[in-house]
């Protein structure tokens, strides 16, 4: 019998693929400040951090510029960005056959939850969710510790041992260490198989069919 009941998943990168639509709206953002990125390839690293993160460490931007830039992104990403996006292969009956099988699923990320609310429900994936936590609008829980950390107060009557984050950057691995949870870190996203595995997960994965055997006692510890 798993240890584990609760199980939490990041969104972009672990649930769908999202490059299109944030590549785009990142596009979007620079262009309307007056920075010409014509290689999506290049912007992919938006893919996963919060924004405000990757705004100021990639182009240098201060606080008002990066909120600026936030905004234009969004003035986007509303309208269709979200929608350019698509569900990794088996992800739909992964978590069927998790909630069969009485796990309790949360999406941790730190994308707003109004916007990871319409995405799942794009889908047609919300039913298997019980709780949806992302970040707010005006950019306070932003960080994946702060987001696990309001999951593990939300359902307090656990142990942290009961919990365990699945996600492709080292962000949901280093929020995982700071909660004190374990963690699954997938390979087929935007996190390097260097970034993952420096980042120390309880497990690693190359694919969603993997996942589902961390569950199923099939996979050991690293």
Known sequence: MSKYKIILFDLDGTLSDPKEGITKSVQYALENLDIEVPDAQ????????????????????????????????????????????????????????LKENGFTLVVATSKPTVFAEQILKYFTIDQYFDLIAGSNLDGTRTSKAEIIQYILEVYHEYEPGNFI??????????????????????TYGYGS??????????????????????????????
């Open 165 to 186: 984050m699945i996600g492709d950057r080292k962000h949901d691995m280093i929020g995982a260490h700071h909660t004190g949870i374990d963690s699954i870190g997938v």
């Open 42 to 97: 290049k912007l992919e690293c938006f893919i996963g951090p919060p924004l405000q993160v990757s705004f100021a460490e990639h182009y240098d931007f201060d606080e008002l510029k990066t909120q600026r830039a936030i905004d234009f992104y969004r003035e986007r990403f509303k309208e269709k960005g979200m929608f350019e996006n698509k569900l990794y292969p088996n992800i739909p009956s992964l978590l069927k056959m």
């Open 193 to 222: 198989f260097e970034e993952i595995s420096q980042s120390d997960p309880t497990f690693m994965v190359e694919n969603v069919d993997e996942i589902k055997d961390v569950f199923v006692g099939c996979r050991v510890k690293l």
